[in-house]
């Protein structure tokens, strides 16, 4: 799914947030799935709100369209919505831990390039995942006590990353100031507010109309 169709909620998202990814989803007419993450998160008023606009948009709209609601289950009987929606519960399909690995790793990992990718105007390059010795554009490092050496692969991964031919130019933004391989975002506590870490990584975000 793109930005565009997932909403990830905070005890601050607003009823025109959510309202506004009810719009996209009733006026969208290839069929693509809108998700609404967190749904137990939003203030009750933010609730009311946007379940009569849901109404509302669903009598003019009509029943063609796709939309996941998704809460944690140890909130769910303080979320309105849920309760509200109940009729259309799902119960989740059960999935083994070995499954789900196998099912990201799929979607992760990048095939081999056969020869150098090339921009446009003929500069190599290649994708991140090149660095990880399995080829995946995502690595999760975990440990149940620190001092094992994450810092140090992290950094390790770092290094590799610098050394990817065309980085330079992806670094490079349009508006001329180069951002990092590396963004450290410092998370304290028992909950992460998505909102404020999405916003510290777009800082660092690349051009957007670069590949990578």
Known sequence: PTASEVLVCSPHTTAEEVSLLWRRALGDKSCRVYC???????????????????RNFERDAGNKFRLVIVCSQQNEDRAWMISA?????????????QELRRYLFDRFTTLPLQQPARRPDGSVWQPAAEVDEKKSCVRLVTSERPGVGKSLFVQRVEEKLNKLPGNESILLRSDSVSTSVRVSVPVQGRSVDVTAVLGILLEYSPDPNKPL
């Open 85 to 97: 929606l109940d009729q259309y519960r799902v119960v989740p399909t059960p999935c083994l831990q």
């Open 36 to 54: 609404v993450v967190n749904a137990d998160q939003l203030d009750y008023s933010v609730n009311a709100q946007a379940m009569k606009d849901l």
